[in-house]
């Protein structure tokens, strides 16, 4: 049996933990401004990011995940979502699993566990990554000005993800509804996207959802 160091790596002594986005104020800017905006932005708090490596074409790896989660392993491009957790297909072998916050370590060892014995590599890096929810009518429109990935819902359905440019830099970009979507950012971008979705949302109006 391989021994693996798994730890809590949340603070939990009352250590601040603040989103990349904390100094933009968004709290203060929620309801305000355009009554019906085009575009709503949301900034999902402090979710646990995990990375999970293991041969997708074995039985025996799908069914661990399975057990462990409840959710299936998803196929390329593909997104499985269940409430405030997802499972999405990143390469032929990764995938990354957004959980709620503070359930990160609880989740890692229900997976080793279901798949001990088994060539595997699961890393939390939930310190930097972020997620930003756009909705909204115009939400396609905003988009396209930002990615040459095509985004038309015959080609990008619900429930797919992809990692692509967008506005000169890479995030993958996940459909999650009808008129919901979301933007998976490195941290240290924040503030580039933050900027970048202000100015392309600005004339269809941007609204801040809490």
Excluded at 80 to 89: A, K, N, P, T
Excluded at 95 to 110: S, Y
Aim: charged share 20%; proline share 5%; net charge neutral.
């Amino acid at each position: 049996m391989t021994t693996v160091n798994v730890y809590q790596q949340r603070p939990t002594t009352g250590a601040k933990a603040e989103q990349p986005l904390f100094h933009a104020g968004l709290d203060k800017l929620v309801g305000k401004g355009n009554t019906n905006p085009g575009v709503s932005l949301r900034d999902k708090n402090l979710l646990g990011h995990l990375t999970i490596r293991g041969n997708g074409h074995d039985k025996a790896f799908a069914t661990g995940v399975k057990k462990a989660l409840g959710l299936e392993l998803p196929g390329p491009l593909g997104l499985v979502i269940d409430g405030e957790r997802s499972l999405q297909w990143l390469g032929p072998d990764e995938w990354v699993l957004i959980v709620p916050t503070g359930t990160e370590l609880e989740t890692e060892q229900k997976l080793r566990a279901a798949l001990d014995g088994q060539h595997i590599a699961i890393v939390n890096v939930s310190g930097g990554w972020s997620i930003l929810e756009l909705s909204g009518p115009n939400v396609v429109d905003v988009l396209k000005k930002s990615t040459s990935y095509d985004v038309h819902p015959s080609n990008f359905p619900v429930c797919k993800a992809v990692g692509t440019v967008f506005a000169k830099s890479q995030l993958v970009i996940r459909r999650t509804g009808e008129e919901t979507w979301e933007l998976l950012v490195r941290r240290s971008f924040s503030d580039y996207w933050w900027l970048w979705l202000q100015d392309a949302s600005a004339e269809y109006g941007l609204g801040i959802k809490g």
